[in-house]
């Protein structure tokens, strides 16, 4: 690119204005992909469905297998029946930390959420929020889905990057097989392998604890033990069951190698 060419782009942004993901100097993409997996709850904002006033609360977050944003919801809720009269919203990922909460990254995600009723989108959501199953059948609960339409990032101080929809999501093409056999692996893995789980999570500085796996994808898996989450990355992303093994064997070999 011509310092002219570069001159003018940032011109035309603006001083003030984020980077596109692909430009920034820091992995926005894997960043915010990051936080879409981590995070469990959130702010949901709405759009008011008698006077269209701005309306936030918060909700508690999952992902489909492609990092689709997915929430129970109750019709009970202001913010539910705001959803029904009008379908756009955003939704707010922080990581939170000690400290000033601006120093810590955080993803805003605007776009359109629908209910689904999808048995993935339940799988994957009580898988993450196990508690949730005592209430998940009532009537007026139900499934939500985020369609993203566009990401903003914060990392941190001097860190902003805007991001599109095929930025935050996984093209799950060519990987059906690992979306069709998650929820197989998954147990395979809590129930015969939780030494490996606890190498991962320790990988990745994460500390002690029981660490049991909620859910994976071509990109990566999710721990979680208690109330703390961990998102584990392959070296290289997966497109079918046989990849993946070879993966989880050749990271557990590495994390102990790593352990001493």
Not at 2 to 8: C, D, P, Q
Not at 39 to 44: N, Y
Not at 59 to 83: E, Y
Request: aromatic content about 4%.
């Amino acid at each position: 690119m011509s310092e002219e060419s570069g001159a003018g782009r940032s011109e035309r942004r603006g001083p003030a204005q984020p980077l596109p993901a692909a430009e920034a100097p820091f992995d926005a993409i894997g960043l915010a992909r990051t936080l879409l997996r981590s995070v469990r709850s959130g702010a949901l904002a709405t759009i008011d469905a008698v006077d269209g006033t701005p309306f936030a609360s918060l909700v508690t977050i999952a992902t489909d297998v492609d990092g689709t944003p997915l929430m129970l919801l109750s019709r009970l809720s202001a913010h539910t029946r705001n959803l029904i009269a009008d379908s756009r919203c955003s939704l707010l990922f922080s990581q939170g930390g000690k400290g000033d909460p601006l120093a810590h990254p955080r993803l805003t995600v605007t776009g359109r959420a629908a209910q689904t009723g999808e048995s993935r989108a339940r799988e994957r959501f009580l898988a993450r929020h196990p508690k949730a199953k005592l209430y998940a059948d009532f009537p007026d609960f139900g499934f939500f889905a985020l369609a993203p339409q566009a990401g903003h990032l914060n990392g941190g101080f001097a860190k902003a990057a805007t991001l599109t929809t095929a930025e935050l999501l996984l093209d799950l093409s060519g990987a059906e097989t690992v979306a069709a056999g998650e929820r197989g692996a998954v147990d395979h893995m809590n129930a015969d392998h939780a030494d490996a789980l606890a190498l991962y999570a320790a990988a990745v500085g994460e500390g002690e604890g029981t660490w049991r796996l909620s859910g994976l994808d071509p990109e990566g898996m999710d721990l979680m033990a208690g109330e703390r989450t961990a998102r584990i990355t392959y070296p290289e992303p997966v497109r079918d069951m046989a990849s993946l093994r070879k993966s989880l064997v050749a990271m557990a070999a590495a994390a102990r190698e790593k352990a001493g």
